[in-house]
């Protein structure tokens, strides 16, 4: 069980927006930024957003990030097929000092 | 370009020790505020953060995990080392190993930036 609770699955149609929720506490997501990964199938993690709602160099402005209180939430605008792959939310937990990640989320592009 | 790789057994016995070795090129870990950390992914399933070594030797550890587990590092190899002792099915995974930055965010590290390709152990008598 995750310490980060996310949706196991989203998907949508090429186009449309999607949004994939990330759910902390007042430990890790309420004190500290969130930080959000892309995995493709059979590769490594890949840093898509960092410091809650910053896009690292040569990542699309499709991607964006958002937070409030407890709660963050990747939103990713005009869907591409590419997209597929797993995407986890990553924070600093106080009370556990250490990173905890959320369960992850498969979204399936359709 | 900073670039991370990780190597080890792919196949290790229950009870035994595992030993895995991340070997990074494109920074040094006596650069002030540079982190490395292990994380891993059993196979269809998340992410795990494992431990964490600073470049001032600071180091951290999954609460679940830390009586199993020793992070270290060699500063002339360019290498960080983890080892977890009485190694069982249930840690059969992909190892990542990843870099951060300590100031970042006050050393409350979760951005990591790469990640090396991930090696994958099985753990199976």
């Known amino acids: 069980q995750s310490v980060l609770t996310q949706p196991p699955s989203a998907s949508g149609t090429p186009g449309q927006r999607v949004t994939i929720s990330c759910s902390g506490s007042?430990?890790?997501?309420?004190?500290?930024?969130v930080n959000w990964y892309q995995q493709l199938p059979g590769t490594a993690p890949k840093l898509l957003i960092y410091?809650?709602?910053q896009r690292p160099s040569g990542v699309p402005d499709r991607f964006s990030g958002s937070k409030s209180g407890t709660s963050a939430s990747l939103a990713i605008s005009g869907l591409q097929s590419e997209d597929e792959a797993d995407y986890f939310c990553?924070?600093?937990?106080?009370?556990?000092?250490?990173?905890?990640f959320g369960g992850g989320t498969q979204l399936t592009v359709l | 370009q900073v670039t991370l790789r990780e190597s080890g057994p792919a196949l290790v016995k229950p009870t035994q020790t595992l030993t895995l070795t991340c070997t990074f090129s494109?920074?040094?870990?006596?650069?002030?505020?540079?982190?490395v950390s292990w994380i891993r992914q059993p196979p269809g399933k998340a992410l795990e953060w494992l431990a964490r070594?600073?470049?001032?030797?600071?180091?951290y550890y999954s609460t679940s995990l830390k009586t199993r587990l020793t992070i270290s590092k060699d500063t002339s190899k360019n290498q960080v080392v983890l080892t977890m002792t009485d190694i069982d099915p249930v840690d059969t995974a992909t190892y990542f190993c990843?870099?951060?930055?300590?100031?970042?965010?006050?050393?409350?590290?979760?951005?990591?930036?790469?990640w090396g390709q991930g090696t994958l152990v099985t753990v199976s008598s």
């Open positions: 990843a870099r951060s930055n300590f100031f970042e965010n006050s050393g409350r590290v979760g951005r990591f930036d790469p």
């Open positions: 494109g920074f040094s870990l006596t650069t002030s505020g540079m982190c």
């Open positions: 070594i600073d470049w001032d030797d600071d180091k």
């Open positions: 007042s430990s890790n997501i309420g004190s500290n930024t």
């Open positions: 410091s809650d709602n």
């Open positions: 990553a924070v600093w937990d106080n009370s556990l000092t250490g990173t905890v």
